[in-house]
């Protein structure tokens, strides 16, 4: 059975030209970037190189990247590093109720420890409101951090406006951009924002690979002690094989990123149509006018998550939804939760696809002529 992948915003296969620098690296180039001899120089080299072209692509000075193990690493840090360095003027910190767990979790982390925490909510569309962010900014806020693309449902945040809001305010501004990167241009300094992270293996490269960008004029509370690597923000000898595959891989998004925007677009006009074809009864979760082209969440009325994800998968389809499996219950997504309240059955009926440079306009055609008979059949159970 062929197998297809639409689970792009979980993790994407590593580009192939990604996969040729990784093994030159490999065989070539051991050495630690630390030591000064031949080897170790080889190394710097190598990590220079890369810094020099990610921050390129995002519009920031070279010294302002902190290489990460990942999206995860880097949205601790800019949290527990903030709010560390700051408490002395305020204990205040304002996020959304949508954002990636990697931010939640940090987040309520804070709250246990005696900080207050505002969790914005969303509308039906998906986006936090200006009003209530401006009403949420207190005298006492030291950090702002809100996504700038949510991985469940695609939708994007207002990021600029929210940093041209916070310019005069004293909180610092933090953007998880994990989802954005890929699909998104994005430039620091128009988007006015003090730290942003992104994360290598949704773009094509390697995973256990992220960065933080940080604003020069911030100073973060250091959260793993050890040698001076990354100007002493995160210590441990740097992962030059993964941070040369993450290079490779934005070197060739810049290259692409429009062709694939155009390209995931298409295959999302493909599935909405071809699901339309098979008179399925579906809708759209979030804005349809403010979203990724990449990410789109779907509700089929009548059927059930769980057993519609294994039906997929048994027909060979890969996609995912936002709720955890614990213990064969099933814990509705907190992002859907919060666009629709407790009660809504699009928490139980819904999933997200996520396309990818591979995937083809007949594959979409494959995958609404898979979904259709099995739809029936769930809705027959129901
Ligand atoms: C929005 C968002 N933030 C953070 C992460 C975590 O990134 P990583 O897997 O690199 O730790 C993810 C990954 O799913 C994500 O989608």
């Known amino acids: 059975m062929s197998h297809i992948y639409l689970d792009h915003a979980a993790t994407t296969p590593l580009h192939e030209s990604v996969q040729e620098q990784m093994t030159s690296v490999m065989q070539n180039h051991f050495g630690n970037p630390s030591s000064i001899h031949f080897f170790g120089r080889d190394s710097r080299k190598l990590l220079d190189q890369a810094r020099t072209t990610i921050a390129k692509s995002i519009n920031a000075p070279f010294t302002s990247l902190i290489f990460t193990s990942g999206g995860t690493e880097a949205n601790n840090l800019a949290i527990f590093g903030s709010a560390y360095a700051n408490e002395q003027y305020g204990r205040h910190i304002i996020t959304t109720q949508i954002e990636h ?45 809100i996504m700038s693309v949510n991985n469940e449902v695609g939708v994007i945040q207002p990021i600029q406006e929210i940093g041209e809001l916070l310019e005069e305010h004293q909180a610092v501004f933090h953007t998880d951009a994990v989802q954005a990167y890929g699909v998104q241009q994005i430039d620091v300094q128009e988007m006015k924002v003090d730290l942003l992270t992104a994360s290598s293996h949704k773009i094509y490269g390697p995973k256990g690979v992220g960065f933080l960008y940080k604003h020069e004029k911030h100073h973060l509370k250091q959260q793993v002690f050890g040698g001076e690597q990354e100007r002493k923000w995160r210590s441990g000898t740097e992962n030059t094989l993964a941070i040369a595959g993450f290079e490779q891989a934005v070197k060739v998004l810049m290259e692409e990123r429009e062709s694939r925007n155009t390209h995931y677009q298409a295959l999302f006009n493909e599935l909405i149509a071809q699901l339309e074809k098979q008179e399925m009864e579906f809708s759209i979760n979030g804005d349809l006018n403010n979203r990724v082209s990449n990410i789109v969440n779907i509700s089929f009325p009548k059927t059930e998550v769980e057993m519609f994800l294994t039906n997929l998968d048994l027909a060979g389809i890969a996609v995912s939804s936002g709720s955890a499996c614990t213990a064969g219950s099933i814990d509705p997504s907190h992002v859907l939760k919060a666009m629709y309240g407790e009660e809504d059955e699009r928490l139980y009926n819904s999933i997200r696809f996520s396309f990818g440079i591979h995937n083809t306009l007949d594959e979409m055609k494959q995958v609404a002529e898979k979904i259709q008979p099995i739809v029936e059949r769930l809705k027959s159970l129901s």
């Not at 709250?111 to 900014?137: H, I, M, W």
């Open 101 to 145: 767990h990697a931010v939640l979790h940090p987040c309520e982390r804070l709250e246990s420890e005696g900080f207050d925490v505002t969790y914005l909510p969303v509308d039906e569309t998906g986006q936090v409101d200006l009003n209530q962010l401006k009403e949420a900014l207190r005298d006492d806020t030291i950090l702002v951090t």
